[in-house]
């Protein structure tokens, strides 16, 4: 398990992550997943003992990260630009990992390789940007750890190679409990993948929360009233957010579904609907609560 | 595997060279043709010459060349060394300024000690390796050769530690410089400058102490020793003409681990987020840009305040202004990365300015007392006192010793001026001081004159120099009189009186009036004092150390000397000064003859002859030399030409060409020129006789520095000789009281 306790991070004035705190479980899926600036990356790199944190400790399976050689020996960190030797070619990123991490397992790498139609002698700054992502990947799972840190790294795949990854991820988690932590903006991919959700926004986690759990207490409503109605008509609604279109009203509110029905029924709706919810609607509601709305952005 | 443990691991070290081989392939190319090509070369030249040298000058050339690649003095290989240091370091530290680097090697299960330990090492082996593998083959080319006997291995030995050890240093230092830095540029300039502070600390010190404090003896001040000393990379460029000492390379290895050390601790605690940015720690930014600051503030403002002669504060102020503003405003723009940064920081500025106009009003208004300085009598143990005008005549036993610096010679004169009862401390306090009231006065200086360089020794040990630039002797004739008649001084300043028999030779007796003789030689009475017996020579040297000591003031202030006599004293194996070797090192020349030998191992010193000596000239009578020999010849002399430059003539008029024609015809090009004085042309015999009572030649006033002359009027002496067109000629000048 990672912990991250009261976790701060300055870089000079700008608290870029403010007492955040997180727990991720072993062998789910987590993903993180916030506003453009909200700490993502910064928070992934303080899991990877790349940032030292300015208050508070992370630590995995009880051992705090920073400088630990055998806790970092237990995850791979996937930046969002990753690095690569100059002119090196994937067998020689293969060998430097292999004498870096215990475990590295040097035919799945090979296998991986094959499989991705990647060529092992090839210069990688060859490589697009996506067959890097990929090479980023499979060094990341023939490293055999426990966890991987992925810092957009779903994006700039294909389609095709997404399934792929996610399929690889999936059989890892099952097989041995890997644990991926995924950073992403593709909230429509972490839908599909993830199991567990983190939301960030200007350096605090709005919400940290499984996807089940998240999905089964939040809910979306639309409901027409023959009068116009503000927020505060709606008693006993823990309403997230509440958009009026003429007589049309579509609500987001915390709380059980049948709970929420009830309480809107009890007003007299000529109309009353509950809809899925999505992470991206979710994740937009979540945020708006807290001021991040495209409304604002637009002039 | 790698040893987690470990912070060595020699995989990671051999794969980061093998990432960065244009590195050492670069290093081995600059070895390559420094090293077996360049012997390769010269070998095949002396082999080609072979028939134009002699056989021992082809050994020596071949012993010193072979040698002098593998030297701690080498030029090429410094120039490779300190390059190759600094371009090492910085490459293999440049993944701290790279965010995406950072990313990826800090995320890696590897302690970052172990990193730091990989990139050092593989940056040290980067240059190192391919020295050694050049070294190796230089060795082959000078087995090929059959050369291999001339290889000294002591010089080899030596030259391979100083160019590593002083390379490692560099190197460490450029790597502590990295770390500091979040930039690779920046860190390259901060490299330079560590490596480059001390000395420009040690010239500004220079600088400000001439400036402002005119008692400052510079002389004493070994200004080379102490550049050299200030900073590893000035030690490691001046070895080779300052010789390096067995502590100093001590020095170098304790100077490196240390920086070692603390580039090891500064790259364990820095912060990742730091790559990118000019200055990886925020205290390092101050520390770094203030002495800066200062460097630049103090160093404009003496420029220019020393550009008017040091006349006028106003250019004092005006230059510490413009270095200020100007350095502290780029160091901002070059922290912040934006030209924005113009206007950073005010108030560090205004601190800054306010604790530079607290230091610089120390010597502006000399708030410490040091040019007014003097000591009570009572405080002193023993004054040393340094004067050129007396010192002329026993420079001669200094500059023959080798590898002497200037403050060597200089700490030797003092030695050799050296006072200690109380009366003669009191005589020379009374100088001093005179120097001091006088040092403002406006004189003329048309006649003898010194400076005073004066040594106190404090009963509480401590040692303070003070100078004072030159007055005419009229102004402390009074004063130095006492000194000049004090035994003590006497016996310090002719120490080459006092050493054995044995170390001595006579060369020979020189009269100032030899011009006028026929011949030099004193038939062959020269040659004859070369070859004395011991018992008289040492008769001869007693007899006029005698004469010299019983020699009064009173008495140098009436009569010129009329010759000197030239000792030669061997030179010690050991200089009186600690380190430096009296003979030159390494190697030995074989002499051809005596003469060559007694020129390198001997030096010349000369003493005056006084007509007061009359022991001595009786002796030297009984040895072979006339007392006539001390007299001019006036039957000799054609004429006299008198040069008068004092202000009442016209001075130096231009002559039509016809004249110089004339004169160039008649008087030769050593004595013509277009803008010449035209002279005062005497033939008369009496006066002749006259003036040539009244005047002394100009050599014999460097051996008394009592009696005055007045260098505006001199008077060559022309005397007849087989010539037609040119005549041998001695110029004298006009006796003043």
């Known amino acids: 398990m990672i912990l991250a306790q009261n976790i701060d991070k300055y870089f000079g004035d700008i608290k870029a992550i403010d007492n955040i705190s997180l727990e991720i479980k072993k062998s789910s899926v987590f993903g993180l997943v916030g506003t453009n600036g909200a700490g993502k990356s910064t928070f992934l790199r303080l899991l990877a003992g790349i940032l030292k944190p300015d208050a508070g400790k992370i630590t995995i399976g009880d051992a705090p990260v920073f400088e630990n050689i055998p806790v970092k020996e237990r995850f791979f960190y996937i930046s969002d630009d990753q690095y690569f030797f100059s002119n090196c070619t994937p067998l020689d990123m293969r060998n430097y990992y292999a004498r870096v991490y215990p475990n590295f397992d040097k035919p799945r790498f090979d296998a991986l390789l094959k499989s991705f139609d990647l060529s092992p002698t090839r210069k990688i700054n060859t490589f697009s940007k996506g067959m890097k992502k990929q090479v980023s990947i499979i060094c990341a799972i023939a490293a055999q750890t426990d966890y991987i840190f992925c810092d957009e790294t779903f994006d700039g795949l294909d389609p095709v190679m997404r399934q792929a990854v996610k399929s690889l991820f999936a059989a890892d988690i099952i097989e041995r409990g890997l644990t991926p932590i995924i950073a992403s903006h593709n909230l429509r991919e972490l839908e599909d993948i993830c199991d567990h959700v983190g939301i960030l926004h200007k350096g605090g ?17 639309q409901c027409i009233f023959q009068k116009p109605l503000q927020k505060e008509d709606f ?60 409304k604002k952005l637009l002039v | 595997m790698m040893s987690k443990n470990s912070l060595f691991d020699w995989r990671l070290i051999m794969d980061a060279l093998r990432k960065t081989l244009w590195g050492p392939c670069l290093a081995f190319l600059g070895f390559f043709f420094a090293m077996p090509v360049y012997c390769a070369i010269s ?33 090429l290989l410094k120039a490779i060394f300190i390059v190759a240091a600094i371009v090492s370091a910085l490459t293999f530290f440049y993944f701290i300024h790279s965010k995406k680097r950072v990313d990826f090697y800090f995320s890696l299960p590897v302690k970052r000690g172990k990193l730091f330990i990989t990139n050092y090492s593989a940056g040290i082996l980067g240059v190192l390796i391919p020295y050694i593998v050049a070294i190796i083959l230089t060795l082959a080319v000078i087995g090929f050769n059959g050369m291999g006997s001339y290889i000294r291995w002591d010089v080899f030995w030596i030259g391979l530690a100083s160019h590593v050890l002083f390379f490692i240093c560099i190197y460490t230092v450029t790597v502590l410089a990295d770390i500091l830095t979040g930039h690779p540029v920046i860190g390259g300039l901060l490299a330079v400058l560590l490596l480059a502070i001390g000395p420009i600390i040690v010239a500004l010190y220079i600088g400000l102490m001439d400036t402002f404090y005119p008692a400052f003896y510079s002389n004493l001040f070994d200004s080379s020793t102490a550049l050299a000393h200030s900073s590893p990379l000035a030690k490691y460029v001046t070895i080779g003409s300052i010789p390096l000492h067995g502590y100093e390379l001590w020095l170098v290895i304790l100077l490196t681990a240390l920086v070692f050390i603390a580039a090891y601790r500064l790259f364990l605690i820095r912060r990742s987020e730091a790559a990118g940015k000019a200055v990886a720690f925020s205290l390092a930014h101050p520390l770094i840009e203030y002495p800066l600051v200062f460097v630049a503030t103090l160093g404009l403002g003496m420029l220019f305040y020393e550009s008017v002669g040091g006349e006028n504060y106003f250019w004092l102020f005006f230059g510490s202004v413009c270095g200020a503003l100007i350095s502290s405003r780029i160091l901002e723009i070059i922290n912040r990365f934006d030209f924005k940064g113009i206007r950073a920081n005010f108030k560090g500025l205004l601190i800054f300015a306010i604790c530079y106009v607290v230091f610089i009003c120390f010597p502006i208004f000399d708030l410490t007392g040091y040019n007014d300085y003097l000591p009570a009598a009572e405080e002193v143990q023993e004054v040393r006192i340094s004067m050129d005008s007396v010192n002329s005549f026993t420079n001669d036993i200094i500059y023959g010793q080798y590898n002497q610096s200037g403050n060597d010679i200089e700490n030797q004169q003092l030695q050799m001026g050296k006072l200690t009862s109380q009366e003669d401390i009191q005589a020379a306090l009374a100088l001093a001081a005179l120097f001091h009231q006088e040092q403002d006065k406006d004189y003329e200086y048309d006649g003898q004159s010194s400076d005073l360089g004066i040594q106190y020794v404090l009963k509480n040990g401590k040692i303070i120099s003070r100078h004072y630039d030159s007055l005419p002797l009229s102004v402390y004739i009074s004063e130095l009189k006492p000194i000049l008649n004090s035994l003590e001084f006497k016996e310090s300043q002719f120490v080459t009186l006092h050493r054995p028999i044995d170390e001595l030779k006579i060369a020979s007796i020189t009269s100032f009036e030899s011009g006028s003789k026929e011949f030099l030689d004193i038939g062959g009475g020269q040659t004859k004092l070369k070859n004395l017996r011991p018992e008289i020579k040492e008769e001869l040297i007693q007899t006029y150390t005698e004469d010299l000591m019983a020699l009064t003031s009173n008495q140098m202030e009436k009569d010129v000397p009329l010759g000197i006599i030239t000792l030669l004293v061997r030179n010690p194996e050991e200089s009186t000064t600690p380190g430096i070797a009296a003979k030159a090192p390494e190697i030995e020349y074989t002499y051809s003859n005596a003469e060559a030998e007694e020129e390198m191992n001997y030096a010349t010193v000369n003493f005056p002859i006084y007509p007061e000596f009359a022991k001595t000239l009786s002796l030297l009578e009984e040895l072979g030399i006339p007392q006539d020999y001390w007299q001019a010849n006036l039957a000799n002399i054609r004429e006299l030409q008198i040069i008068d430059q004092s202000g009442d003539k016209p001075g130096t008029i231009a002559i039509s060409t016809e004249d110089y024609k004339v004169q160039l015809e008649k008087y030769g090009n050593s004595y013509t020129t277009q803008t010449t004085t035209v002279p005062t042309i005497i033939t008369d015999r009496a006066e002749i006789a006259r003036i040539m009572k009244e005047t002394a030649p100009s050599a014999a006033f460097s051996y008394n520095c009592l009696i005055n002359f007045d260098s505006n009027k001199s008077v060559e002496v022309l005397y007849a000789n087989n010539y037609e067109k040119y005549y041998a000629s001695q110029r004298y000048y006009l006796i003043t009281k």
């Open chain 2, 43 to 75: 070998l095949q030249n002396y082999k080609q010459g072979a028939s134009e040298m002699t056989q021992a000058m082809r050994e020596v050339n071949i012993i010193s060349t072979i040698n002098s690649i593998f030297a701690g003095g080498s030029p």
């Open chain 1, 205 to 221: 986690v709005i919400l940290s929360r499984d996807l089940d759990d998240i999905k089964d207490n939040i809910h979306k409503l």
């Open chain 1, 235 to 294: 008693p006993g609604l823990d309403i997230i957010t509440l958009h009026q279109r003429g007589s049309l009203y579509t609500i987001i509110a915390r709380g059980n579904s049948d709970e929420i029905a009830k309480i809107i029924s009890g007003m007299d709706p000529l109309f009353l609907e509950l809809l899925p919810l999505s992470l991206e609607e979710l994740f937009i509601s979540e945020t708006e609560v807290f001021g991040y709305d495209v």
